[in-house]
């Protein structure tokens, strides 16, 4: 398990899938700002713009798992 939960009441890893709701508690590992849906593969920062990864599930909020996005909306 990568990220820190607060309960293990929940049965995450087969039929998770991310909804904006689940990014309030999140940030950015690198800066700190909120995160956003991007795709199905992937959340984006709005700070920096790096999109990290959705792999088998589970976000991986690692910079060095990240990619530079250069749109700005
Ligand atoms: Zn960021």
Do not use: H
């Not at 049965?11 to 999140?26: G, H």
């Amino acid at each position: 398990m990568a990220m820190r939960g607060t309960n293990g009441a929940e049965d995450a890893s087969k039929t998770w899938r991310l909804q904006a709701s689940d990014l309030v508690w999140l940030a950015c590992p690198v800066c700190r700002m909120k995160l956003e849906v991007y795709d199905t593969e992937g959340v984006r920062c709005t700070g920096c713009r790096r999109v990290f990864p959705i792999v088998d599930g589970l976000l991986v909020l690692l910079a060095d798992r990240a990619t530079l996005t250069s749109e700005s909306d």
